[in-house]
């Protein structure tokens, strides 16, 4: 198991950016989570049509950039034009969709780290896994900490490790199945990143004695942060960057 030693990440990480104070995957929000402190960033990356690696969650294009169709169905010169501001608000109209190259060179340039999930558009789980993975090994070649991949994807890690052993990958869970620490030891995971009600003292501790780092998403509660900080849970993805302050 490629376990790191000692764990490079901080334990607060902002989510999609800023959360929802900037329109997500823009980076216009990954400026605003630095302006709030927060010093490592997660992202949703695919691949358009024509396999350039770009950051957007949803298959489909509607809910962030008001068009129809599925994003990886289009070439980038297309996507580039989108506007994937104007939807959350006038301050942010004509923000770009960013490609995972834009927003290596921000957080390169910046000192920050990433959390890269890889999002498959449906059917393409191997190419973009892999694709993902090169992209980024290519972007962070003499980076001091490497971003670390995640998905919900077996197929994609799995495609990910085979392409860029060397970097670090986390399996994302939305409920626990009983094979869990199996699936995570196959694929060579440093780190499983749970729904944040998923973690108690038992996975908790299962985790740890498989020798697995614990993450939980999407926390924006303080009782619940408070759980998981009395569970010592290594990470947490939050989207409240206004609430939340990452020294802590």
């Known amino acids: 198991m490629n376990i790191l030693h000692p764990w490079p990440y ?18 216009a929000a990954f400026r605003l989570g630095a302006e709030y402190g927060y010093r490592m960033f997660e992202c949703d990356a695919k691949l358009s049509q024509d396999g350039v690696v770009f950051l957007m969650h949803d298959a489909t294009l509607t809910r ?13 010169a297309a996507l580039s034009q989108l506007d994937a501001g104007r939807w959350h608000s006038r301050r942010y109209a004509g923000e770009p969709l960013p490609t995972l190259a834009a927003l290596a060179r921000f957080c390169l340039a ?16 191997a190419e973009t896994g892999a ?4 992209e980024a090994a290519r972007l962070w070649t003499d980076a001091a900490v490497p971003p670390l991949l995640s998905s919900f994807r077996p197929d994609a890690l799995a495609a990910a490790r085979d392409a ?19 699936i995570a030891r196959q694929l060579g995971c440093v780190a499983i990143v749970c729904n944040h009600a998923l973690w108690d003292a038992q996975t908790v501790a299962d985790a740890r004695a498989a020798g697995f780092r614990q993450l939980s998403y999407t926390v924006n509660d303080e009782w619940a942060a408070q759980r998981l900080i009395d569970l ?10 206004d609430l939340f302050s990452p020294a802590g």
């Open 64 to 76: 962030t950039t008001g068009m129809p169709g599925i994003g990886g169905d289009q070439p980038w």
């Open 110 to 125: 910046n000192g920050h780290l990433l959390n890269i999930e890889i999002k498959p558009t449906p059917g393409t789980d």
């Open 131 to 134: 694709t993902v993975a090169r």
């Open 10 to 27: 901080p334990r607060w990480i902002a989510h999609r950016g800023a959360g929802r104070l900037a329109p997500e995957n823009t980076l």
């Open 164 to 182: 860029a052993p060397a970097l670090p990958r986390a399996l994302l869970l939305d409920a626990m199945r009983g094979d869990w620490l199996d």
């Open 232 to 241: 010592g849970i290594d990470g947490i993805i939050t989207d409240r960057v």
